[in-house]
Each structure stands twice: as C-alpha cells, then as structure tokens.
C-alpha cells in the first residue's frame, strides 16, 4: 500500500512530467507558427531571383492585425483600367522592398500576379521585334489600397 | 427679358472661347487600318559611333486611342546601334485607359519594366535616361528628379525618342490638330548638346512627322 507521502510524490511527478510535456508542446507550435510566419511568400508565375534580378525582394507581411485591403479589392485595382480579358493568376501577401528606387520602395502589399488581354510585350527599340513576357505582378499597398509599383519582364534572345 | 438672353448668350461665349483655348487632344480610333499586331514608331533617333551618356526630352503626355490588348508608349531611350540592348523612360497607356509611367531595361538576359503612377494627360515631363552618372547604373529620372537607379550591363552608342505603338489598329501618339510633342531633345556624348537626330517614320502612309529644330520634333497620326 502506498502511503500518503509516496502518493504525493507520484503526483508531483505526474504533475512536472505534464507540464514539461505541455510547455514542449506548446513551444513547439509557437516556433512553427513563427517560423511560418516568417516564411516569404512565394509566387508560382515568378520566382524570387527573377524578381531580385529587378532588385525586387518579398519577406513576410510585417502587419500585425491583417491587412485592411482585402484580397479581392487589392486584385480590383490591379487590373483596373487593364485590356478586356486581363485575369489575375494569383496574389499574396508581402512586404515588399524595391532597391534603387526614389522614394523607396516598401510596403506591405498585396503582390497581384496578372496577365494582360493581350499578353506581356517588350517595349523595343525602332525597328526591333518585341520580345514576349512570361510575367507581371502589381504591388498594392494593403492598408490604402494605392497602386504603388509594378514589374513585369521577359527573356530576350 | 433682354438682360437674361444678354446673360446667357455672354456664358455661351465665354464657354465657347474656353473651349477654343484648349488643345484639341481626343482619343481617335484610326479607320481603315486592320489589326495586325505589329510596333510602329515615329520620332527621332542618333546614332554617333560614340558612346552616349544621356538622353532626354520634354515629351507631351498624350492619351490617345489603343486597341484593346495593347498600349501606346512615348519615351526617351539609350540603345546599343543594334537595337538588341536598350534602356528607356516615359508614358504608357493601356488599352482600358490605365496609364503609367514606365521605365524599361535589359538585363542578365531578360527586359524588365516597371511602372509608377502617371503624370497628368496633357502635361510635359521631361523623361531622361541616363548612362553612368552612378558609374554603372542606368538613372531613370521624371520631371528632373532620379526615379530609378538599375545595373547596367552595356554601354550605350545610340539614342531615340520616340512615340510607339504595338499594332496598326492603335493611335499613333498625336493628331492633326494636336501633335505629340517632343521638345527639349538633348543628347550627352561627351557634353550635352541639341539631339539633332534623324527623323524616323514607321509608316508614312499612316503618320505624320515635323522636324522644327534640332531640339525639337513632332509626330501624329494622319488618319485623326
């Protein structure tokens, strides 16, 4: 038979196994969700080193209670006054950073990944023949709802 | 009676002479040309066998009619002679009426553009596309202030300004009545100077160009 000490003894322990359990657990969750959080967006029609190429960078959203913007205003205006038939090919969330640019570049916006009714063209030189585009994202700020900035781009041969 | 006919008719007049003083700019659907999907520029362009350190110009911000799934541009630019390297600022305006100002480059392989918010319609900006005044960059600059700063990857021996569209169903820049403006046309090769380019017309059946000086140049669509 177990006395009342040893009992009380056997719970405590029970008791700290727990709440180490608990507190691991709980740890755990916290650092994966932090870590998601900090995760940068990803885009599927452009990659982040074509974008870094235009001295583009996206890291995670910096705002802390969401955007004002929804998604669905921010992708509105980024095709608003566009060529019928222009479709958005899908959006996230960022804070974006534009090197080189005056004044700088940087928001947390909606990144609104587009393709124009009438495809991406280059913009050549006289006489030159235009080059397609494979994307073009438009940044729009998630607390205003301004168009800030836009890049699009392609190979050329 | 009389006072009030005296009134009205006065009002008339007044609106009347307003609408005579302001240029006459309107969107124009050109007739009678299909749509064929090809660029067309006119303008002016040089090409000194020396490397070219600047461009720039004072370029009216037209808007005019582009067929849906293009835009219509007008700029300044640097350029390899070859036409296969190119950097550029200045006016774009889409087919649903979006309008931009934008710069483009080539770079690492790729052309990239970008876009900020226009200058308003109807108004000069001088647009200037400059080569090494950051050694190795290009400078995009609007209205006399540095927009961007970009890599640069070739050295520039050519220039142009030009107004551009990207099919034959599109307004060129400019109409009979109100031309797109470029003045101010200055070119850097060793020193800034008048651009003094050589007239470029895509297409004289379709539009029109005016050489008024070595510093200045007009273009416009015939059919408007």
Request: hydrophobic share 35%.
């Amino acid at each position: 038979m177990l006395g009342i000490k040893q009992l009380q003894k056997w719970f405590a322990r029970r008791m700290i196994v727990t709440l180490t359990v608990s507190a691991l657990v709980a740890a755990a969750a916290f650092l994966a969700l932090v870590a998601a959080t900090n995760t940068p967006p990803v885009l599927r029609t452009v990659s982040a080193k074509t974008l870094a190429a235009s001295r583009i960078s996206l890291e995670a959203p910096t705002l802390g209670f969401g955007p004002k913007i929804s998604q669905a205003s921010a992708e509105r205006v980024a095709v608003l006054g566009e060529s019928p038939g222009t479709a958005v090919r899908e959006s996230v969330l960022a804070h974006v950073t534009v090197s080189g640019t005056v004044p700088p570049v940087e928001c947390d916006c909606w990144v609104v990944s587009i393709m124009p009714g009438g495809g991406i063209w280059s913009n050549p030189p006289s006489g030159q023949k235009a080059q397609p585009g494979s994307y073009d994202v438009r940044f729009i700020d998630a607390a205003t709802g301004q168009f800030v900035f836009g890049n699009e781009g392609g190979t050329v041969p | 009676m009389k006072g009030r006919v005296r009134l009205i008719s006065m009002t008339l007049v007044v609106i009347a002479s307003m609408a005579f003083a302001l240029p006459a700019q309107a969107k124009c659907q050109p007739s009678g040309r299909g749509n064929d999907g090809s660029h067309y520029w006119t303008g002016s362009a040089r090409y000194p066998n020396a490397t070219v350190g600047g461009v720039y110009s004072n370029i009216l911000n037209y808007s005019p009619w582009v067929q849906p799934g293009y835009s219509d541009f007008g700029y300044s630019m640097l350029r390899t002679a070859d036409g296969a390297k190119y950097a550029q600022v200045g006016w774009q305006e889409d087919a649903g009426g979006a309008r931009y100002t934008f710069d483009e480059w080539t770079h690492d392989g790729t052309w990239s553009r970008d876009h900020k918010s226009a200058y308003a319609t109807n108004s000069h900006t001088y647009y200037t596309t400059l080569w090494g005044n950051t050694p190795g960059y290009f400078t995009f600059q609007t209205a006399g202030s540095t927009w961007e700063t970009k890599p640069a990857q070739f050295t520039p021996n050519g220039a142009e300004i030009m107004g551009e569209v990207q099919t034959s169903a599109s307004q060129m820049p400019g109409e009979s009545g109100n031309h797109e403006d470029f003045t101010a046309m200055n070119i850097f090769i060793g020193s800034w100077q008048a651009f003094s380019g050589d007239d470029y017309n895509s297409s004289t059946s379709w539009y029109s160009t005016s050489v008024l000086s070595t510093s200045q140049h007009q273009a416009w669509d015939k059919t408007c």
